[in-house]
């Protein structure tokens, strides 16, 4: 099982980016069984986790990304979409993408996002 994020980069504050994290390497049935999320961390700062999407259908959000982020997944090619708009300098950070499989969890590759006032 591999899971490959994408869609970082930088942007000025107020800005938007899209994330993904998709998932190879298990079949369909396994990923509707998984809770999936983004975490971040930002230099010198713990980690922290801004999204998850549990497979009971609940999505949950940091306080500090509600209203700004939204999280969608997309069965059909067993991705996680963490759409992130209204961005700010606070939000610089290395997201990381993770599952939690009825088997082992897992963690993808980070991606930067670097926000500028």
């Known amino acids: 099982v591999q899971l490959q994020a994408s869609g970082g980069g930088s942007v000025q504050a107020g800005g938007s980016l899209r994330l993904s994290c998709t998932a190879s390497?298990?079949?369909?049935?396994?990923?509707?069984?998984?809770?999936m999320g983004w975490y971040r961390q930002a230099p010198g700062k713990e980690r922290e986790l801004v999204a998850q999407s549990t497979s009971a259908g609940s999505t949950e959000f940091a306080g500090s990304v509600t209203g700004r982020f939204t999280l969608s997944r997309v069965n059909t090619k067993k991705a996680l979409v963490l759409q992130m708009s209204n961005l700010k300098p606070e939000d610089t950070a290395v997201y990381s993408c993770?599952?939690?499989?009825?088997?082992?969890?897992?963690w993808g590759q980070g991606t930067l996002v670097t926000v500028s006032s």
């Open positions: 993770w599952m939690k499989t009825p088997y082992q969890t897992y």
């Open positions: 390497g298990m079949i369909t049935s396994t990923f509707w069984s998984s809770d």
